[in-house]
């Protein structure tokens, strides 16, 4: 298994594994700089990304091929994506999902309200057109490594 920032010439493979998984896709190219791919054998199996808005990041379109689900595939991705927003600043970090609360859950994410989310967040095309108004808000801060 390979984890890699994916690129370009990865964008039609990760806009099939979201749709696959029933993730928005549409707007993908514009965010692909800040998206992590796991792939086995030059196929993607796994993805991950982030938009930034500001101070506030949204993470978006973890997806993982169905049959590598429950091995650590997301974990790792997800991982990787901290780590990243971690190195460029930022601490706070929201989501949408209609599936996968639990899931973020236990990577230290909340629910919120969606009354009390920033407004950048509100504006992003994932909260105003893409996601349904019945997907669940989540937040996590970052805590800072003391190395």
Do not use: W
């Not at 514009?30 to 199996?45: D, G, L, M, T, Y």
């Amino acid at each position: 298994m390979n984890y890699r920032d994916a690129a370009d010439l990865d964008i039609k493979q990760i806009e099939n594994l979201l749709r696959e998984c029933g993730l928005p896709y549409n707007d993908l190219t514009s965010h692909i700089e800040n998206f992590i791919v796991a792939e086995k054998r030059s196929i993607i199996i796994g993805v991950g990304g982030f938009e930034i808005y500001g101070e506030v990041v949204l993470i978006r379109s973890l997806a993982v091929s169905p049959e590598y689900r429950g091995i650590g595939v997301g974990g790792k991705i997800y991982a990787l994506l901290e780590r990243k927003v971690s190195n460029i600043g930022l601490k706070k970090l929201y989501l949408l999902t209609e599936t996968a609360a639990d899931y973020f859950k236990k990577t230290g994410f909340m629910i919120r309200d969606r009354g009390n989310i920033p407004e950048a967040i509100t504006q992003t095309k994932q909260f105003k057109e893409l996601c349904p108004s019945t997907a669940v808000v989540m937040y996590n801060e970052l805590q800072e490594c003391n190395e």
